[in-house]
């Protein structure tokens, strides 16, 4: 009778080990599905890092921006409708005094491609001109990447990939007779491609 009382302690089966076996591996195979599908998520690179708006320094305050790559179709200069270029457009909301706005394109390792871009203002207005990389009225300007490329190789290799990490528009101003200040940043998104 005492030996029906106490039974022994019943060991872990086959069965129990083959389930505990699969949970493992669906654990495992869960782990390595999660990393592999983490490192194809957009990362800190391809965030639209921003300032956000609106931007005010030295009297200047910019109340719209945005930045985004443009097909070059229609463009006589480009002869591939699938080469892109940096495009950069301000709204300004007002300027105190005289001075100039300055816009910087810098690629995805952080160099500046092109020249910068000047735009003057007066009496809280843009100048008005016109060229083929700008247009500027009193309260908007649109600028075009075009000078930092040289070739048609330059545009090919420089144009938006998934695989390159996102350019960088930077945008300054400069009173006359006054110290250069940071107005504000923002990423190049990929846009009308």
């Known amino acids: 009778m005492q030996d029906q009382e106490q039974e022994k302690p019943r060991k872990a089966g086959w069965k129990d080990r083959i389930w505990g076996g699969i949970a493992l591996l669906i654990l495992v195979l869960g782990a ?10 957009p990362h800190a690179e391809w965030r639209n890092e921003y300032k956000p708006l609106s931007w005010k320094a030295a009297g200047v305050c910019i109340d719209e921006a945005e930045a985004y790559w443009k097909a070059s179709a229609g463009d006589p200069r480009m002869e591939i409708r699938s080469y892109c270029f940096p495009v950069c457009r301000l709204v300004l909301d007002g300027a105190e005094g005289s001075g100039q706005v300055t816009v910087r394109f810098l ?6 491609m ?3 871009v000047y735009l003057p203002y007066e009496n809280g207005k843009f100048v008005p001109r016109q060229s083929n990389s700008m247009q500027v009225t009193e ?12 070739s048609k ?3 090919t290799l420089h144009q938006f990939s998934q695989d390159t990490p996102l350019w960088r528009v930077e945008v300054d101003c400069r009173p006359q007779g006054g110290a250069p200040a940071p107005l504000g940043y923002l990423s190049i998104l990929p846009h009308d491609l």
């Open 32 to 41: 390595i599905g999660f990393w592999s599908v983490y490192h194809k998520l």
């Open 107 to 112: 690629n995805a390792q952080g160099v500046q």
């Open 114 to 116: 092109g020249d910068r």
């Open 139 to 150: 309260t908007e300007a649109t600028v075009r990447l075009e000078d930092g490329f040289l």
């Open 153 to 155: 190789d330059e545009y």
